[in-house]
Antibody, heavy 119, light 110 residues
Framework: EVQLVESGGGLVQPGGSLRLSCAASGFTFRSSWMSWVRQAPGKGLEWVAN????????YYVESVKGRFTISRDNAKSSLNLQMNSLRVEDTAVYFC????????????WGQGTLVIVSS | QTVVTQEPSFSVSPGGTVTLTCGLS?????????PSWYQQTPGQAPRTLIYNTNTRSPEVPDRFSGSILGNKAALIITGAQADDESDYYC??????????FGGGTKLTVL
């Protein structure tokens, strides 16, 4: 059974940093692209970032480019999202997700971790 | 900037059939966009219903189906039940490693 467990969320001030992690199991992590998707309170889903199997390629939604960095540790089956220069509008539940194919849309989802950016 | 369009809300009677659609602000959705559909209730993670246009996720009832209708992706729910009342999101793959979600449809069953 595929399991994705996020951690690292919390309260941070505007301009601050936070690092999210996702522990993956139940599939061959090193053979799968991975994604982050977020959902602001009361709003819809927003795709945030993708990283290739070996970490050599990554893609971001325009609003986080230059501030967020997606990375992975295949030895630990772990996905990360380093978030810098956080803004109030980054407040959201962040979901770790596994695409069903390549860098495509998600198939499997974690339960999410809440990030609140507020002074 | 690509916008993925969904009906903001829809209503269906118990036992009825409803078709939710997923379009693009410019152009058509095709199978190459790998359209996928998710169901979400408040406070829960999304649940994948349909991926790659028409592949049903395991344990999803066969009254949920996906297709391309005209220039849009579609999620068809037949025999709607009370617990189908949820938010439904579609997503399309735009290439270059980027996917875009629609704004979601709030489905009411009454």
């Amino acid at each position: 059974e595929v399991q994705l467990v996020e951690s690292g969320g919390g309260l941070v001030q505007p301009g601050g940093s936070l690092r999210l992690s996702c522990a993956a199991s139940g599939f061959t992590f090193r053979s799968s692209w991975m994604s982050w998707v977020r959902q602001a309170p009361g709003k819809g889903l927003e795709w945030v970032a993708n990283v290739k199997e070996d970490g050599s390629e990554n893609y971001y939604v325009e609003s986080v480019k230059g501030r967020f960095t997606i990375s992975r540790d295949n030895a630990k089956s772990s996905l990360n999202l380093q978030m810098n220069s956080l803004r109030v509008e980054d407040t959201a539940v962040y979901f770790c997700a596994r695409p069903f194919y390549g860098s495509g849309p998600p198939l499997n989802w974690g339960q999410g971790t809440l990030v609140i950016v507020s002074s | 900037q690509t916008v993925v369009t969904q009906e903001p809300s829809f209503s269906v009677s118990p036992g009825g059939t409803v078709t939710l659609t997923c379009g693009l602000s410019s152009g058509s959705v095709s199978t190459r966009n790998l359209p996928s559909w998710y169901q979400q209730t408040p406070g829960q993670a999304p649940r994948t219903l349909i991926y790659n246009t028409n592949t049903r996720s395991p344990e999803v009832p066969d009254r949920f189906s996906g297709s391309i209708l005209g220039n849009k992706a579609a999620l068809i729910i037949t025999g709607a039940q009370a617990d189908d009342e949820s938010d439904y999101y579609c997503v399309v793959f735009m290439g270059g490693g980027i996917s875009v979600f629609g704004g979601g449809t709030k489905l009411t069953v009454l």
